[in-house]
């Protein structure tokens, strides 16, 4: 079965960096998109960064220039690099793929940002 597995959360003070990665399995990873979602406390679940099977992305706009999504397809993984980290990104991450039109979700990996 697809299973998406996050890795990598923890806490960084601000203007600190972090990478995140989302390893999949269960299903040909190369043929999906992949997205990084986060979800802060109170609020929403909202889009960080997408990839297509192209490698072609795509980000939030207050992500842009902070945060580089990249895929490894030898390896089933996908990443987040988040730089310039800053307290309101502090936040659930989760990645998701849409395969056979359903969508699949990790557990999430929590990012705190704080001094």
């Known amino acids: 079965q697809v299973q998406l597995v996050e890795s990598g959360g923890g806490l960084v003070q601000p203007g600190g960096s972090l990478r995140l990665s989302c390893a999949a399995s269960?299903?040909?990873?190369?043929?999906?998109?992949v997205n990084w979602f986060r979800q802060a406390p109170g609020k929403q679940r909202e889009l960080v960064a997408w990839?297509?099977?192209?490698?072609?992305?795509n980000y939030a706009d207050s992500m842009k220039g902070r945060f580089t999504i990249s895929r490894d397809n030898a390896k089933n993984t996908m990443y987040l690099q988040m730089n310039s980290l800053k307290p309101e990104d502090t936040a659930v991450y989760y990645c998701?793929?849409?395969?056979?039109?359903?969508?699949?979700w990790g557990q999430g990996t929590q990012v705190t940002v704080s001094s």
């Open positions: 269960g299903y040909i990873f190369s043929a999906y998109a």
């Open positions: 990839i297509g099977v192209s490698g072609s992305t």
């Open positions: 998701n793929s849409l395969v056979g039109r359903k969508p699949y």
